[in-house]
């Protein structure tokens, strides 16, 4: 029987690899936009920009108006204060430093909590930074250790490469981006290093379904494991495509990921000299282990990415973390008998949530701070039925980290009925930085996706409102900001207020952001659109009720 059941596993093994290591047609990725192309291309990225020399003036004005008679005065000096960037965080210290003995006590306290917050999140932006350096180091040696298609198609293909592992981006860039990746497809660039870059290009600026982007990514990855070049790459993104393929179970291949997830037993062979950054190693070995598994194939996969860190990063509270995380996971795994008598399966939850409760405290005795650390405990609480504790937990990891948006989603995502109060509590809170306001927007278009008729939803008149008291705050702080109009301008529209989204559109001029509207003709289409409803005589039949309720 055991022979048996062996070689239906390795039938098994063998059809999965021979689906994921076929030849695959090339994925249409969108028509190629000239417009979008800058006139000069440069040779390289640039670094970090220079101190923007007007920062200094307006942060000492910023200040100045937290003292003035006008009560709106001094609460938009204060709301733009905290949203300062976090590169602004010296600059602070400088200003600080000159005008600190002169302050109101009461602006004083204020800007001294502000300081010691920059200070934090300077502290975990240069962690980021390091390891998003450290990403395209690797990222661009492995594109650079073979070629492809020729130097003319490569320079474009090496180019979206730097742009897509680029710290910060701006619009600008963005469309450059858009424009030389898309350039370098209809050329023929098939350098896999360029192909995975190309496919989240592509998952932000067109309809390209979560299913092409994680084939797209599997194939590169197995495409650097054969030519035996760069397999911390390949391992990376064989980990981001099951991350992308967790948030998104319909579209995943279960045979592709089960490849994936088999091939990633070698994690970390041959890493010990390369110094990889224990917290991206701590996330991908997360994106390896899914809590949908049986809880033992949980166990023989977490043992495996445990013995591996151990020799990465001996000693590290990450290894805590991941063994909390396994045991987490195997707790939500088991599955009640109904049967007479002691249930077994309740048991074995109970002791793998009682052991991932103690790896959890061990390792915020280690790292009191640490995000993920307070993350981990927020949800090992609200599986166990412990709403106040994750809240106190919650607010311990946004004081470690008050721009973590990953923790702000999770805790909306544990909330019943009063997410909705919840995320209109962050449009309060004014924490624009991080975008945390925005999540209310989100909100509202998972609804809508549920309910399956964008326009009955968002048409309500609370949703319409919501949308607006976002957008209209935002966009009066940071008018400038072209992304988050054209996001405004599209919402407008879905919310069939024409007016407005006209207006909005007309401001944007050339200002419209490709990871809305994708094209320039799209833009155009959009606009001229809007212009027309807007003029259109208005009628005041009143809208048709939906045949079906909507949540």
């Given at each position: 029987?055991?022979?048996?059941?062996?070689?239906?596993?390795?039938?098994?093994?063998?059809?999965t690899?021979?689906?994921?290591?076929r030849?695959?047609?090339?994925?249409?990725?969108?028509?190629?936009?000239?417009?979008?192309?800058?006139?000069?291309?440069?040779?390289?990225i640039?670094?970090?920009?220079?101190?923007?020399?007007?920062?200094?003036?307006?942060?000492?004005?910023?200040?100045?108006?937290?003292?003035?008679?006008?009560?709106?005065?001094?609460?938009?000096?204060?709301?733009?204060?905290?949203?300062?960037?976090?590169a602004?965080?010296?600059?602070?210290?400088?200003?600080?430093?000159?005008?600190?003995?002169?302050?109101?006590?009461?602006s004083a306290?204020?800007?001294?909590?502000?300081?010691?917050?920059?200070?934090?999140?300077?502290?975990?932006?240069?962690?980021?930074?390091?390891q998003?350096?450290?990403?395209?180091?690797?990222?661009?040696?492995?594109?650079?250790?073979?070629?492809?298609?020729?130097?003319?198609?490569?320079?474009?293909?090496?180019?979206?490469?730097?742009?897509?592992?680029q710290?910060?981006?701006?619009?600008?860039?963005?469309?450059?981006?858009?424009?030389v990746?898309?350039?370098?497809v209809?050329?023929g660039?098939?350098?896999?290093?360029?192909?995975?870059?190309?496919a989240?290009?592509?998952?932000?600026?067109?309809?390209?379904?979560?299913?092409?982007?994680?084939?797209?990514?599997?194939?590169?990855?197995?495409?650097?494991?054969?030519?035996?070049?760069?397999?911390?790459?390949?391992?990376m993104?064989?980990?981001?495509?099951?991350?992308?393929?967790?948030?998104?179970?319909?579209?995943?291949?279960?045979?592709e990921?089960?490849?994936?997830?088999?091939?990633?037993?070698d994690?970390?062979?041959g890493?010990?000299?390369?110094?990889?950054?224990?917290?991206?190693?701590?996330?991908?070995?997360?994106?390896?282990?899914?809590?949908?598994?049986?809880?033992?194939a949980?166990?023989?996969?977490?043992?495996?990415?445990?013995?591996?860190?151990q020799?990465?990063i001996?000693?590290?509270?990450?290894?805590?973390?991941?063994?909390?995380?396994?045991?987490?996971?195997?707790?939500?795994?088991?599955?009640?008998?109904?049967e007479?008598?002691?249930?077994?399966?309740?048991l074995?939850?109970?002791?793998?949530?009682?052991?991932a409760e103690?790896?959890?405290?061990?390792?915020?005795?280690?790292?009191?701070?640490?995000?993920?650390?307070?993350?981990?405990?927020?949800?090992?609480?609200?599986q166990?039925?412990?709403?106040?504790?994750?809240?106190?937990?919650?607010?311990?990891?946004?004081?470690?980290?008050?721009?973590?948006?990953?923790?702000?989603?999770?805790?909306?995502?544990?909330l019943?009925?009063?997410q909705?109060e919840?995320?209109?509590?962050?449009?309060?809170?004014?924490?624009?930085?991080?975008g945390?306001p925005?999540?209310?927007?989100?909100?509202?278009?998972?609804?809508s996706?549920i309910?399956?008729?964008?326009?009955?939803?968002?048409?309500r008149?609370?949703?319409?409102?919501?949308?607006?008291?976002?957008?209209?705050?935002?966009?009066r702080?940071?008018?400038?900001?072209?992304?988050?109009?054209?996001?405004?301008?599209?919402?407008?529209?879905l919310?069939?207020?024409?007016?407005?989204?006209?207006?909005?559109?007309?401001?944007?001029?050339?200002?419209?952001?490709?990871?809305?509207?994708?094209?320039r003709?799209?833009?155009?289409?959009?606009r001229?659109?809007?212009a027309?409803?807007?003029?259109?005589?208005?009628?005041?039949?009143?809208?048709a009720?939906?045949?079906?309720?909507?949540?």
């Open positions: 029987m055991r022979r048996i059941i062996w070689s239906v596993v390795g039938i098994f093994l063998l059809i690899l021979i689906v994921v290591l030849p695959l047609p090339r994925e249409p990725v969108g028509p190629f936009d000239a417009s979008l192309l800058p006139k000069t291309q440069p040779a390289d640039p670094g970090d920009p220079p101190e923007d020399p007007e920062l200094e003036p307006r942060i000492i004005r910023l200040i100045a108006q937290m003292s003035d008679p006008d009560g709106s005065v001094r609460e938009t000096a204060d709301v733009t204060l905290r949203n300062l960037p976090i602004a965080f010296p600059v602070i210290e400088r200003v600080l430093s000159g005008v600190q003995d002169t302050l109101p006590p009461e306290a204020r800007i001294k909590q502000y300081r010691q917050m920059y200070e934090r999140l300077a502290a975990l932006d240069r962690e980021r930074r390091d998003a350096q450290w990403i395209r180091r690797q990222m661009v040696a492995a594109f650079d250790d073979s070629t492809h298609g020729g130097p003319a198609v490569d320079a474009d293909a090496r180019q979206t490469v730097l742009l897509s592992t710290w910060s981006r701006s619009e600008a860039d963005e469309a450059r981006l858009v424009a990746c898309r350039k370098a209809a050329a660039a098939d350098d896999p290093v360029f192909l995975y870059c190309a989240l290009v592509e998952q932000r600026h067109s309809d390209i379904r979560p299913r092409q982007v994680i084939t797209q990514m599997l194939k590169a990855a197995d495409v650097l494991t054969q030519e035996r070049r760069a397999p911390i790459v390949a391992q993104f064989r980990c981001n495509a099951m991350a992308i393929a967790a948030k998104s179970f319909a579209d995943r291949n279960w045979l990921i089960s490849s994936a997830r088999h091939t990633s037993m994690f970390g062979r890493w010990e000299k390369e110094q990889v950054p224990p917290a991206l190693l701590c996330q991908w070995s997360a994106q390896i282990l899914d809590p949908e598994l049986h809880p033992s949980i166990g023989m996969y977490a043992g495996n990415l445990q013995r591996s860190l020799r990465l001996p000693g590290s509270v990450y290894l805590l973390v991941l063994e909390a995380m396994t045991y987490r996971y195997k707790g939500a795994g088991y599955v009640a008998t109904f007479p008598g002691p249930d077994p399966a309740r074995g939850r109970e002791q793998s949530l009682q052991r103690e790896l959890l405290d061990r390792a915020r005795k280690l790292e009191p701070q640490n995000s993920m650390v307070l993350r981990e405990l927020m949800l090992l609480y609200v166990t039925d412990r709403d106040d504790e994750a809240e106190k937990c919650y607010r311990a990891a946004m004081a470690a980290d008050p721009d973590d948006l990953v923790t702000v989603s999770h805790r909306l995502d544990s019943g009925e009063t909705a919840f995320a209109r509590g962050l449009l309060k809170q004014e924490n624009w930085r991080a945390l925005f999540l209310l927007v989100e909100w509202h278009a998972a609804r996706r309910a399956g008729d964008n326009i009955a939803y968002f048409v008149p609370e949703v319409k409102a919501d949308i607006q008291a976002v957008y209209e705050r935002y966009l702080l940071f008018p400038k900001d072209g992304f988050r109009r054209s996001e405004y301008a599209r919402y407008l529209a919310c069939r207020i024409w007016p407005e989204a006209n207006r909005q559109m007309q401001l944007l001029g050339e200002d419209w952001s490709p990871r809305v509207f994708g094209s003709s799209s833009f155009e289409y959009a001229s659109k809007a027309k409803m807007a003029a259109a005589p208005t009628t005041t039949k009143a809208p009720v939906p045949e079906r309720a909507i949540p």
